[in-house]
């Protein structure tokens, strides 16, 4: 596709259950990266991935969380046993990576808004 | 640990008046971008600035970086309300990683 593309627009689930976020970056971005935004907030570093490998995953907020990309291209964020502070939109961003000659900069998905009652 | 901090956070001002908005960040890093994101929708990029005295202009923003200060503004000339949106800087954190941390974000909002 032209752009990011990431499913589901939007998800209301029950605290405990699992969810899944997809992210379909732009074809050819090796680097994808996950952020999180709650209502009014700035953006949170959550994971990115260089090819199939996630070289930091310092931003993941607990062992609830995990991601997962293959092929180079499709990722899954998966939030297990959901919580009421999971809340929020989560956003994918891919981009060409900088050593390739590129400047780095971001292309943002339109984010799944993830509410847990 | 890289701490991006940007401000002021929220910033009301009149149409045709300048500001300039700031962004500051705590460990070395030579590459910085902004972002502008509209209510209720996602962040598109607006400038890249990829060295010490890089200079961006596009319409009525600027963007300058000066990186031994650790220091980013964007300058907005006679404002429009076409410009009411959020505005994130993000940093590089360094050392290879390509991680970028983003700041606190300031609501621009322009009073017609």
């Known amino acids: 596709g032209a752009g990011v593309s990431q499913s589901p627009s939007n998800k209301v689930t029950e605290k405990g259950k699992d969810v899944e ?25 959550l994971i990115y991935f260089q090819g199939n ?36 939109v989560y956003l ?6 900088f050593n390739s000659g590129r400047s780095g900069e971001l292309f943002f998905g339109e984010g799944s808004r993830l509410t847990v009652l | 640990e890289l701490k991006v901090e940007q401000n002021p956070l929220f910033l009301s001002m009149q149409e045709g008046k300048n500001y300039t908005i700031y962004c500051n960040y705590s460990t070395t890093s030579d590459r910085l971008y902004w972002y502008r994101q509209d209510p209720g929708k996602s962040l598109e ?30 300058h907005i000339t006679a404002a429009v309300h076409d410009l009411s949106a959020t ?10 990683t390509y991680k970028y941390i983003f700041g606190t974000g300031t609501r621009l909002k322009v009073l017609a």
């Open chain 1, 92 to 97: 994918c961003a891919s981009s060409l990576a």
């Open chain 1, 21 to 45: 976020l997809r992210c379909d970056p732009i074809s050819g971005h090796t680097a994808l990266y996950w952020y999180r935004q709650s209502l009014g907030q700035g953006l949170e570093f």
């Open chain 2, 45 to 74: 990029s607006l400038f890249v600035l990829l060295s010490n005295g890089a200079v961006k202009q596009e319409g009525r923003l600027m963007a300058s970086l000066d990186t031994k200060a650790r220091l980013s503004t964007l």
């Open chain 1, 53 to 88: 490998s996630a070289p930091d995953k310092s931003g993941l907020p607990s062992d609830r969380f995990s991601a997962e990309r293959t092929g180079g291209s499709v990722s899954t964020l998966t939030i297990q046993r959901t919580q009421q502070e999971d809340s929020a």
């Open chain 2, 87 to 96: 505005y994130f800087c993000a940093v590089d954190a360094g050392s290879g």
